[in-house]
């Protein structure tokens, strides 16, 4: 059965490279659909949710500098001209989990670093995707440089 509609979940780093090659060739060869999505994590989340500022304008920085990252990604990847980037607000795992349900994707694609022993227990992204997912996860490979 081939895949309709694959979605990217890409962090913004150098890293996404190999994350993105992987999910246009399989959007190539199944003839799906691309979407790609980022999410910004609150800055108050961060914290703990316990923070006596007014995190606003610095979090406003940073969804704007997520918005710059990715129209330099767009320009970089002629593979992503025609998919469907999205930028949100959030916990990753929860929204990108929203967004598959909602766009009816049947494959998420993400990085995984493989991690061992102790960074293991602080978790990872890909792991905490893979929990509970609407659809099936693919996790490539990221190897460390
Ligand atoms: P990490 O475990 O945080 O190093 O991230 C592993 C993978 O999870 C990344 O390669 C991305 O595919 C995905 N990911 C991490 N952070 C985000 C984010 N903020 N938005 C979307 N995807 C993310």
Request: aromatic share 4%.
């Amino acid at each position: 059965m081939p895949y309709h509609h694959i979605l990217v979940a890409v962090d913004l780093t150098e890293e996404c490279d190999p994350v993105i090659h992987r999910a246009r060739e399989l959007s190539v060869s199944n003839g799906a659909k691309l979407s790609l999505v980022h999410i910004v994590e609150p800055m108050a989340m961060a914290f703990g949710g316990d923070v006596p500022m007014d995190l606003s304008q610095l979090q406003q920085q940073q969804f704007d500098q997520a918005k710059e990252r990715l129209e330099k990604l767009k320009s970089k990847y002629t593979e992503l001209v025609g998919a469907n980037c999205h930028l949100t607000y959030g916990q990753p795992r929860q929204e990108i989990h929203h967004f598959a349900k909602e766009q009816a994707c049947d494959l998420i694609v993400v990085g995984s670093h493989g991690r061992h022993g102790l960074a293991l227990l602080l978790g990872s992204t890909a792991n905490d995707v893979l929990h509970g997912a609407p659809c099936d996860v693919l996790a490539v490979h990221l190897v460390k440089r």
